[in-house]
């Protein structure tokens, strides 16, 4: 059964504090039904305010997921085939959205009034940090004021690969097709079908890319750099 229903109906008393206007869309709520049930999804409300309000959930497709809202006026997304662990702490204005068909091993993701948008086919490996905002203040102390609270968007554009315990810092933004290393740390813009590695992560090698398998390319893999080289094509005309 697919649809929208309130979330409130979705978890029947094992959360409370979301107002009537918090709502659940679902390409199948049974099977969310039996995910809730087991503990594969856990969806709970956390904080000091007595209601959230203007939450919005799509489970287009369903991954394990822990999802804790800490404030309202949150949306988080999940396209069609995702697959995966995520675990998803997001506080008030806060978006989250996850392409078609990526996959992740254990992703934690710390949202507070920023965007986190990733692209999909998408593989992200396990230990992954996701840090889409600073969450506390970074204060002037010449001037009293805070200084980072300009919002910020994190992008994983299609089809990138993130390395074991890799993390990626508010604003930044990764090109289609590329890979981070182990451990690295994404601060900045990282371009497409790179590779690249370190504290913070810099490019060591362009114009590669990557395959699900490591003895043969797989389907969408294949769609992607097809893709690419035609793109490749149109910016550098012969002359």
């Excluded at 305010?49 to 006026?73: A, K, M, N, W, Y």
């Excluded at 593989?123 to 600073?134: H, K, Y």
């Excluded at 890799?166 to 990282?190: D, E, L, Q, Y």
């Excluded at 699900?212 to 910016?235: C, G, L, M, Y």
């Amino acid at each position: 059964m697919s649809g929208v229903m309130a979330l409130n109906d979705l978890l029947k008393g094992r959360a409370e504090g979301f107002s009537d206007d918090c709502s659940v869309q679902a390409c199948d709520f049974n099977e969310l039904q039996e995910r809730l049930a087991c503990d594969r999804v856990r969806i709970r409300r956390a904080g000091g305010l007595e209601q959230i309000h203007g939450v919005q959930l799509v489970f287009d497709g369903l991954p394990d997921v822990h999802l804790t809202l800490c404030g309202s006026r949150t949306e988080v997304a999940f396209g069609n085939q995702v697959k995966g662990r995520f675990s998803v702490t997001a506080y008030a204005d806060s978006r989250l959205s996850v392409g078609a068909f990526t996959t992740a091993n254990g992703v934690r993701l710390f949202l507070s009034q920023c965007d986190v948008l990733i692209g999909q086919d998408c593989m992200l490996s396990d230990d992954i940090l996701l840090q889409g905002s600073d969450q506390h203040g970074i204060v002037d102390l010449s001037r009293g004021c805070i200084i980072n609270q300009t919002r910020k968007t994190m992008v994983l554009e299609s089809h990138v690969w993130l390395g074991r315990s890799a993390s990626v810092m508010p604003g930044a933004h990764i090109g289609h097709g590329s890979i981070i290393g182990a451990c690295s740390v994404v601060t900045s813009r990282i371009p497409a079908c790179s590779l690249a590695v370190g504290i913070p992560a810099r490019v060591i090698k362009d114009e590669v890319s990557w395959s699900r398998h490591n003895d043969r390319i797989d389907s969408r893999s294949a769609r992607f750099f097809e893709q690419w080289a035609q793109d490749r094509e149109v910016r550098s005309p012969e002359s």
